[in-house]
């Protein structure tokens, strides 16, 4: 074997060694241990506070709303049981325009009682989201102390240590750091913000 073609070799060799070096130092770095930590997530933000909170509010607007139509309800009925009696002393075509201008107060009436619930879902949505939020952010800090790095939902797992769970801590501080979060002033649509008229007690 000639000095060239030895030269040659070795330079394979060499190659050969270079590739298996570089596809050991390539190969990922090993995944760490799962520490899991397992929270029941709805059951958090139901038995939360400020969930509760949220919760007396929509009541709240949503009986406010309530009172506003049945006021609105009790006109339309006296405008019918006026429309009814009136009926055989007037001119057909002048009771059916009145009859025509009823029905779309009717019509108004209930589009105004869908947009009332609507307003005040969006509002109540709004406010979960947020607590959603405040929920995400008191279990990260509850993870990172006690050493987790995985965070499962309750409602996916078939069964699981009950040590890993730890619902009832976040809950607490959950409760701790966000007592309450903000719940917007329905908005009607075409209306301006505003809070309903109060219910009174009886």
Do not use: Y
Not at 88 to 94: G, R, V
Not at 147 to 174: C, W, Y
Not at 188 to 199: C, M, N, Q
């Amino acid at each position: 074997m000639g000095a060239r073609m030895r030269a040659r070799l070795g330079l394979a060799v060499l190659a050969v060694h270079l590739a298996c070096a570089a596809s050991v130092s390539a190969e990922p770095a090993k995944l760490p241990s799962a520490t899991v930590m397992v929270v029941d997530v709805q059951g958090a933000i139901q038995q939360s506070v400020a969930a509760k909170g949220l919760r007396v509010q929509r009541d709240q607007f949503l009986q406010g709303f309530q009172a506003e139509l049945e006021k609105n309800r009790a006109s339309l009925k006296e405008t019918e049981n006026e429309l009814v009696r009136q009926k055989s002393a007037m001119a057909p075509e002048a009771w059916q325009q009145k009859a025509r201008a009823f029905e779309q107060q009717v019509f108004e009436f209930n589009q105004r009682f869908q947009r009332n619930n609507q307003a005040v879902d969006k509002s109540f949505r709004a406010g979960m989201s947020e607590l959603s939020d405040a929920l995400a952010q008191v279990t990260e800090e509850l993870a990172g102390e006690m050493g987790a790095n995985l965070v499962l939902p309750k409602s996916q797992i078939f069964l699981h240590d009950p040590r890993m769970e730890m619902t009832q801590q976040v809950v607490e501080r959950l409760n701790k750091k966000f007592p309450s979060v903000n719940f917007p002033t329905p908005v009607v649509d075409g209306d301006a913000p505003r809070a309903p008229t109060p219910v009174k007690k009886k």
